[in-house]
């Protein structure tokens, strides 16, 4: 008895943590309205950054937006200088899957994505799982962190050039 009681609580229990998931990537539905507008604004993003547009970017980034990368963690300033720099260019983005949540004034925007880069000389790609937050300020969706996570997985991009394994 005691048995079959534990085992219905741990099945409660997984239905509830099954019914509570956030918007996955790789989960399936239509946006709503704003959630479309902040999956346009990442894409554009994208080309910005592959564009090195860092006037546009200027205005897209708060004023303490975090970027996190591989190889660190910097600014606002410090991130454009280096888009403008060509110490990283962000060459293209094959986005795979995005999803957005959205907590009130503030969105999480999940994109797996290949990024195909040209660091220090060097064209690489690698296939990440991108986290972006966005505030709302004024009524205007503004970023305040971007994130790149490495996925374990095979990169997909047609033609990517091979980039030695990463040491997980």
Known sequence: MKKLIFALILLTSGIQLCQAQANLPSVAKTPTKEEQELLDLSKTKWTLMADKKVDALKDLFTEKCVFVHMGGSWGK?????????????????????????????????????????????????????????????????KMGSLTFSTLIRPVKMAGAPATPPQQH
């Open 77 to 141: 300033d410090q991130e454009l200088n280096t888009i403008k720099g060509g110490f990283i260019w962000y060459k293209k983005a094959e986005v795979y899957g995005a999803s957005v949540n959205i907590f009130g004034n503030t969105a999480i925007l999940l994109n797996d994505i290949d990024l195909l880069a040209v660091v220090g000389g060097n064209e690489v790609v690698h296939a990440f799982m991108v986290t972006e937050v966005y505030l709302k300020e004024d009524g205007k969706w």
